[in-house]
């Protein structure tokens, strides 16, 4: 199993950043993926998640209306459109497998907000 994030970078207060996550090594049409954040010195915190046929997606209270998740079951891989980003968005993002539990990780990509 290998999770592949890809898309972080610097942006500026109020642009937007896409982030992909490549997944490869199972069925990943029969799995929900999920994207969590880590900012320096805090815990890795859920940001989204979407159920294996995209059908059902969830957010974290302060992503609602910035964040959308996303997935191409045909290009077994995860998105998350991220817009009107805010310094406190700055963290390394990860995608996982799973919805509530997860056991496989990406390396995560860097994301960071700032003028």
């Known amino acids: 199993v290998q999770l592949v994030e890809s898309g972080g970078g610097l942006v500026q207060p109020g642009g937007s950043l896409r982030l992909s996550c490549a997944a490869s090594g199972f069925t990943f049409s029969r799995y929900a993926m999920s994207w969590y954040r880590q900012a320096p010195g805090k815990e890795r915190e859920l940001v989204a998640v979407?159920?294996?046929?995209?059908?059902?997606?969830n957010y974290a209270d302060s992503m609602k209306g910035r964040f959308t998740i996303s997935r191409d079951n045909a290009k077994k891989t995860v998105y998350l459109q991220m817009n009107s980003l805010k310094p406190e968005d700055t963290a390394v993002y990860y995608c996982?497998?799973?919805?509530?539990?997860?056991?496989?990780w990406g390396q995560g990509t860097q994301v960071t907000v700032s003028s």
């Open positions: 996982g497998r799973g919805w509530a539990t997860h056991d496989y």
């Open positions: 979407i159920s294996s046929t995209g059908g059902s997606t």
